[in-house]
Structures are given as structure tokens and as C-alpha cells.
């Protein structure tokens, strides 16, 4: 067999791009997913002051700057080694709990939703949130409407503001919230629990019920073993705001357990020429290349493997759900990457309930909500878990707290790697001796969708899509075929 | 009538933040309680939910077509985006299928005139917070022409 060597490939320039390379016998011998990669991140922040991390870093990407605040301001706790008032962390966990409920209710009705309800095979065209909306119907879609707008009322009761929150600041929050507000919290985390419980019935209706489908979550092409990744309480049950980053190997025994400030003794990076891509790997595990295994330090960070490392949810409708999953799926971990949609909706009713449990928390209305820091800034780090995976914000700055050094890990860069081998896997499944199936493109993209991945591209531009080439090369490298999606 | 300026864009990825620019030199500009002006890093859903309920809408926005001319001027409305009303973007809808939602169920709060005007750019990787020539020399003469679009309409008859 001919070897494939990958000699250079062209870095990537404005597009996000995968590439299918066949052996011989006309079957995936590699598969590799490149996105232009943001540059001079590091840079920037040199010279300013930390405190404007926050901000700064909430503007990384527009997705989910929520996420960035809160990661840098635990960040800016530890640099200024400040630990926040008991009200100060909860009014925290309650905002980003909102945030959760907001963010996770759109990927579902917006992108997993479509994918599933209308079938891989639809067309383009109805495969969308209206597409959605025709199928389950109005009241539906009014109520996806009516609760992602509540949730972020409440990120904006909290925040100052529904997008763009402003309240992080080193030790605490910026203001407390009152009773008036905590009452609305409380309806507004009522209503969210059933509409929770509402989404994963017709996951249930739509989805679980229909064999094929359930099928497709089970079958190997998009089944990837690999080590996992997120944050846990006390008490190992998965947490978004605090805790510790565990992490298990594909059995699910436990790998390592570290708080934020040990990251480094845990993961490194792998560079390869082509990309500007960085690949994390478990340090202790070592880079071994693209492949999963026991004995390849490719590790996955997705709501699936917050859920694979956690011994449970600390909501008890959540938790029930959990357990049901791991019933249904017949095994720990869950290896199948469609199942982190099922993972994601499981979230989305923990952050419903947490959201209630917080509001109803006797300091929650507390006016003790920052402790002013007095020690001399110098090193910090600040993890959270971000929907999309673990998200890590490391500053060094000098005695005045101006920024020497910035390092980020993002919750997709978690998954580069994996990202790459599910799609391998998955054109695998479609692509056999050299005939292509159709439909590979979108059921490649579903391979990717599961990850939510989130690139930073420029945070806007209309029509604010990302264009992506599949290009499919036969063993001389010769260009097959491209699939275009603009 | 209640007028809605929408500048999107990321400011620390150069020229991306060209909308975020002309919005805040139409601050300088425009000191008006009629005329509100807001800055956003975000697309899709978002956009659409911060336009609610005003009468008129100007969004302003980098863009970058493959053929794109950086500094060039384009003005148009939302129907001319129909063509990208099937969303790839992994992570969230487009701002045209996010409009035809809130159309759906929010009808009585979509804004009566949303006009879109963009400026041409090269795609941006790098954090910055400077302009090229070009597109800054475009950010100038937007904020003037939107300036005087606006004490037009809103000049009593």
C-alpha cells in the first residue's frame, strides 16, 4: 500500500477546510480538519492591564463571551489571589447557569434539532430551526423564543447586560441582586425545568424512538475512544463554573484529578507544520498522533465527556436522565459522538435546575458579593467549563498587574484532535473503494456539529457563516472531488 | 420614531471592527435621545434580538465576499441575503434565517426598515486594534453619510 504522506499541505487561508485523502484501494487512509486559527492573541494583551482580560477576551469570540468572562475573572481571583465572598460565587454559578440554559436551548432547536427532526437527508433547505418549526410546530417554536429570552434576561438581571455581561470582577461581582430580581429568577428557573424536560421528551419522541436513529448514534462510524475531560464538584458530579478538571481513559477509570493552577503538569502541545491548529494531549500519555486508544494521550473535552468523567448530576431530574442515558447507550463511557447532543440536553435541564436551587439560596440576595484584593498581583489561572468543553485562561503580569504572558485553551482547541478523527471515522463509513455516498458531506458535518466547535472566525461578517471545502484525493493526491458548503 | 444604529464587529481583530467603529463616531456625531447607537460582538440570534422594537435599524458591518474590495461601501437590505438562508455555521443560525424566526413570532417588533451597509474587508486573523487605510477612510465617509441619512429622516416636515 502506498504511503499518503501529507507533504506540506497548504496552511489554510480564510476557509475551513477538510481534507479526505485514499489509499489504493480507494478506501479513507487520513482525514484532517483545518480552520484559520486567530493570531497574535498573546501579543495583544502584553502591556495592558489584567483587569481588562475580561472584557477583552469576552470579545474572542461571539458565541459565547459569557463563557471567556468568567473564565478570566476566576482567572483574575487567583492573580490577585483573592478568594470571592460565598454570595459573590453563587450569584456567579447562577448567571452562568442562565447562560448554559440560553446557550444550550439554541444549539439544540438551532443545529442538532434540524439534524435529527428533519432527518441527514433532508434538504438544505429545511434543514434549519423553520424547518424545525414546521415539523413540531408553532407553540414550539414561540416557547424556544420565549425561554432562551427569559434565560438571558436573567444573564442580564445579573451581568448588567443580557449580552456582553460586565459583573466579573477579581473577588467577586460588581453589585448584588434584589429580592425582586431573585423572585423573577425564581418563575423564570421554573418555567425553564419544564421546558427542559419538554426538549428531552422530543429528543425522546423523535429521536430515541426511531431505531435508525438510535442506530446511528451507536454505529462505529461515529463511535471514538479516546480519554475525556471536564470539571467536577466534591463529590464527582459535573459542575460548569468550579471545581476540579478530572480526568478518565477510555474505560472510565480515573487518569488524573488537578485543580486550574496544575494544568501545565497535565497537558501539553502538539504542533504539526501544516496547521495553525495546536493539538493538547495528556502530557503523562504523550503525543501519538491522530488515533484514539488507551495509549494515545487524545483526550475529549464536550457536555458527553463532562458526563463520562462524573459519577452523576448534583440536580436529581438531571440525574435520573444521566442514568438513563448510560442504561440506554449500555456502557461507561459513551464513546459515540452523536450521543453528546443527547449529553447536551441532559445539561440543559441540570443548568434549569441549578438555576432554581440558586435562586432559592438564603445568600443569594446577599450585599457581601466582593472581597477587595490587597496582594501583590503576579500568576493565575481560571477554568470553566464552556459548552463546547474545559476553557482555560492563564495570565502571568508583573507587581503592577500588567500582562507579561497570556495563555488560553479554549473549549473546542480541547477537541482539534478528535474533531479530526471523527471525521476520518465517519467518511470511513461512506467512502469504500472509491465510491463516495451521497449525503457524505452533511453526515461529515454531523460527525463535527456534535462538537459545537467554535473556531472564533471573525465574529460576524455577513451572512455570518463560515464557508467549508471537503476535498477528496485519491492515493497521488490527485483532488477527486469537493464539496462545497457556503 | 425610535432609530437603532448597529455597530457589529469584533474591535480587536482590525478591521472586522469596522462596525464597531462607525458606531462610536456616530456617537460623537449623533446626540440625539431618538437615536440609539450599540456595539456588538455577536451574529445570528442575538443581532436580531437587540433590534427589536425600533422602527429603523442601521447595522453596520465589515464584509468579505470573495471578491471583496477593501473600503468599498455596500448598502443593502436583508432580502438580498436570501440566498444564505441555509445556515452551515456550526454554532448558531445566520442573521437571515434568525430574522425570518422573529418575523414568525415577533412580528409586531421587527423594525419597518432595517438597511445593512458593510464595508469590504480582507478576512482578519490577526488581535489589533488598528485599521487599514482603506477601510478606516470607508468608516469615515459611512459615519457621514449615515449622519446625514438620519437628520433627514428625522427632520420635522
Known amino acids: ?486 | 420614531m425610535r432609530i437603532l444604529i448597529l455597530g457589529v464587529g469584533n474591535p480587536i481583530m482590525g478591521d472586522d471592527g469596522v462596525g464597531i467603529r462607525v458606531a462610536r463616531m456616530l456617537k460623537d456625531k449623533l446626540r440625539r435621545p431618538d437615536v440609539e447607537i450599540k456595539e456588538l460582538s455577536v451574529g445570528g440570534l442575538k443581532l436580531v434580538e437587540e433590534m427589536l422594537g425600533y422602527e429603523e435599524v442601521y447595522i453596520v458591518d465589515s464584509y468579505s465576499p470573495p471578491d471583496a474590495e477593501p473600503g468599498r461601501i455596500r448598502e443593502s437590505t436583508p432580502d438580498q441575503f436570501e440566498d444564505t438562508l441555509h445556515p452551515s455555521s456550526p454554532h448558531g443560525t445566520n442573521f437571515t434565517v434568525a430574522l425570518q424566526l422573529y418575523r414568525g413570532f415577533e412580528p409586531d417588533r421587527i423594525p419597518k426598515r432595517i438597511m445593512i451597509f458593510t464595508v469590504d474587508i480582507d478576512p482578519e486573523f490577526t488581535f489589533r486594534e488598528s485599521m487599514s487605510a482603506p477601510v478606516r477612510e470607508a468608516a469615515s465617509t459611512l459615519t457621514e453619510q449615515i449622519a446625514r441619512d438620519i437628520e433627514q429622516t428625522l427632520a420635522p416636515k
Open chain 1, 1 to 486: 500500500m502506498k504511503n499518503v504522506t501529507i507533504n506540506p499541505i497548504t496552511r489554510l487561508e480564510g476557509h475551513g477546510k477538510i481534507e479526505i485523502f485514499l489509499n489504493n484501494e480507494g478506501n479513507v487512509e487520513n482525514a484532517y480538519f483545518q480552520v484559520p486559527e486567530l493570531r497574535g492573541f498573546e501579543k495583544f494583551c502584553e502591556g495592558r492591564p489584567v483587569e481588562e482580560m475580561p472584557d477583552i477576551t469576552s470579545r474572542i469570540c461571539g458565541v459565547c463571551p459569557e463563557a471567556h468572562h468568567m473564565a478570566a475573572t476566576k482567572a483574575l481571583d487567583a492573580v490577585f489571589h483573592i478568594d470571592p465572598p460565598s454570595p459573590a460565587k453563587k450569584l456567579r454559578e447562577l448567571l452562568y447557569s442562565a447562560f448554559y440554559v440560553a446557550d444550550h436551548t439554541t444549539h439544540f432547536y438551532i443545529l442538532a434539532g434540524p439534524d435529527f427532526v428533519m432527518g441527514p437527508n433532508a434538504p438544505k433547505a429545511e434543514r434549519n430551526i423553520l424547518g424545525l418549526i414546521n415539523k413540531v410546530g408553532l407553540d414550539v417554536g414561540a416557547s424556544v423564543i420565549k425561554h432562551r429570552s427569559a434565560a438571558l434576561d436573567v444573564v442580564g438581571m445579573i451581568g448588567g447586560r443580557r449580552i456582553h455581561p460586565t459583573c466579573g470582577v477579581p473577588g467577586g461581582v460588581s453589585k448584588p441582586i434584589s429580592e425582586e430580581e431573585r423572585a423573577r429568577i425564581e418563575e423564570i428557573a421554573k418555567s425553564e425545568i419544564e421546558f427542559a424536560k419538554f426538549t428531552l421528551k422530543l429528543f425522546d419522541d423523535i429521536v430515541l424512538s426511531n431505531k435508525d436513529y438510535l442506530n446511528l448514534i451507536k454505529s462505529d462510524i461515529y463511535a471514538t475512544e479516546t480519554y475525556y475531560m471536564g470539571l467536577v464538584d466534591e463529590q464527582d458530579r459535573v459542575n460548569f463554573y468550579d471545581g476540579k478538571v478530572r480526568v478518565v481513559d477510555p474505560e472510565g477509570n480515573e487518569f488524573a484529578k488537578y485543580g486550574a493552577a496544575d494544568y501545565q503538569q497535565h497537558l501539553s502541545e502538539h504542533v504539526e507544520p501544516w496547521t495553525y491548529l495546536k493539538y493538547p494531549y495528556l502530557k503523562q500519555v504523550g503525543w501519538k498522533g491522530l488515533v484514539g486508544g488507551k495509549g494515545s494521550g487524545v483526550y475529549r473535552a464536550t457536555p458527553l465527556s463532562r458526563m463520562n468523567v462524573a459519577e452523576g448530576m448534583a440536580t436529581p431530574l438531571a440525574h435520573v436522565e444521566y442514568k438513563r442515558m448510560y442504561d440506554t447507550l449500555g456502557h461507561k463511557p459513551i464513546h459515540s459522538t452523536l450521543a453528546t447532543h443527547w449529553a447536551r440536553l441532559i445539561e440543559l435541564l441540570y443548568a434549569a435546575e441549578r438555576m432554581h436551587e440558586l435562586s432559592r439560596d438564603p445568600e443569594i440576595t446577599s450585599q457581601n458579593v466582593r472581597t477587595i484584593p490587597t496582594a501583590t498581583p503576579d500568576e493565575g489561572v481560571g477554568i470553566v467549563e464552556a459548552p463546547r468543553g474545559t476553557l482555560t485562561h492563564h495570565y502571568q503580569t508583573d507587581e503592577k498587574g500588567i500582562v507579561k504572558k497570556v495563555n488560553l485553551i479554549v473549549g473546542t482547541t480541547n477537541n482539534h484532535a478528535a474533531i479530526s478523527m471523527s471525521i476520518k471515522q465517519a467518511a470511513q463509513g461512506l467512502i469504500k473503494r472509491g465510491e463516495i455516498s451521497d449525503g457524505l458531506l452533511n453526515m461529515v458535518e454531523m460527525a463535527f456539529r456534535a462538537y459545537d466547535p467554535c473556531y472564533g472566525c471573525a465574529t460576524h461578517t455577513l451572512p455570518g457563516q463560515m464557508p467549508l471545502d471537503l476535498n477528496i484525493y485519491n492515493n497521488e493526491r490527485v483532488l477527486l472531488r469537493r464539496l462545497t458548503r457556503h
